[in-house]
């Protein structure tokens, strides 16, 4: 059974930093690509970044390009998400996700809310 467990969540001001983490279990990690996902309030689901087994590659949404990271540690069962320069727009439920540019299954997720 995939069970996917998001932490890093947040309260930070526009231009700061968070790194979320997402601790994955109950199936291989190091043979599924992986994604992170987020629902801003009253929107749909949003693919923002996926990166593949081996980390080798990632893809990003134009909307995090060049301020996101997405990275992983196959040793640890990791998914991680670095986010550099935040906007009030990235204020969201950030999950991650099974899968490339996949939404389900997802974890619980965790709060990301950007304000001054």
Known sequence: QVQLVESGGGLVQPGGSLRLACAASGFTFNMYS???????????????S?????????EYA???????????????????????????EDTALYHCAHGWRSSTPRGQ????TVSS
């Open 62 to 88: 134009d909307s995090v390009k060049g301020r996101f990271t997405i990275s992983r540690d196959n040793a640890k069962n990791m998914l991680y998400l670095q986010m550099n320069s935040l906007k009030p």
């Open 50 to 58: 996926s990166i593949t087994i081996g980390g080798s590659s990632m």
């Open 109 to 112: 997720g965790t709060q990301v």
């Open 34 to 48: 992986m994604s992170w996902v987020r629902q801003a309030p009253g929107k749909g689901l949003e693919w923002i």
